[in-house]
């Protein structure tokens, strides 16, 4: 992993008891789960003021007072949300790229006879429990994600998610079932988010119950449809669905 180096371009951000130096511009690069190691996008700044806002949401919800507040907490001065030119959508986003990022170090498969759509479930699974804390906030999230200026990147990363699950379930896929294995998981990932948010069982079990249903689905599906031109037919259907999730009205 590349090395971040520091400057002062943020020091004058920090209260008077804080004297930890500030990194440069966050490190971007593409993003493909079979090439490269996961980094994390986001300065050390960054990541302070943004995981500190992290804790205000369940009672501030994504909004810019959370934001405030997160940088108070970290040390920084108001005006260091102006780090975050998007907003609220910048907190999202930074909860939606720390999850996915967290899969791997949350979830291993010792037994080798467990099989990729085991695999596949499990780790769905537990990104969904990565939205517990925050569940009672996630609409206001999927409404801001849905504005046009959002609703590119949110698109990125529900396909990053849904290849970094592939990619963790030890899947080998080359050929074109690759791309439609993706598509259908992010409709099937982002669908049961949505029926989360108004689910209120025990430990969301009905939530849990609803993706195995949405995966048993997919698998007869897959079985059932033999050529390319029907799986496309399905994977637009499954955009579709996608996008309505995002609150689109499609």
């Known amino acids: 992993m590349a090395a971040r180096t520091a400057c002062p371009r943020l020091s004058c951000l920090r209260g008077p ?71 609220p959508f910048d907190l999202i986003n930074y909860h939606l790229v720390t999850q996915r990022l967290a899969l791997k170090d949350h979830v291993q498969f010792p037994d080798p006879s467990i099989g990729v ?71 099937i990932y982002s669908s049961t988010e949505l029926f989360m948010t108004t689910d209120a069982s025990v430990n969301h079990r009905e939530t849990e119950h609803f993706l195995d249903r949405r995966l048993r689905e997919v698998q007869s599906i897959g079985t059932a449809m033999g050529s390319v031109g029907q799986w496309m037919g399905f994977t637009a259907a499954a955009t579709i669905n996608v996008l309505r999730s995002k609150g689109m009205r499609i």
């Open 17 to 87: 008891a804080f004297t930890k130096r500030c990194p440069v511009s966050p490190f971007h690069r593409s993003y493909h789960s079979y090439e490269h190691d996961p980094e994390s996008p986001f300065t050390d700044a960054e990541d302070s003021i943004l995981s500190a806002a992290l804790n205000h949401v369940p009672s501030q919800g994504f909004t810019t007072l959370a934001l405030t507040r997160g940088a108070e907490d970290a040390g920084y001065l108001d005006i260091s949300t102006n780090l975050f030119p998007r907003g």
């Open 117 to 187: 759509g085991a695999k596949v479930r499990t780790l769905a699974l537990q990104r969904l429990r990565g939205n517990k804390d925050i569940i009672h906030r996630w609409q206001e999230a999927l409404a801001i994600m849905a504005l046009p200026s959002n609703m590119s990147p949110s698109i990125a990363e529900l396909a990053r998610l849904s290849d970094e699950i592939w990619f963790l379930a030890s899947d080998t896929s080359v050929d074109t079932s690759w791309y439609t294995k993706r598509a259908a998981l992010s409709a």
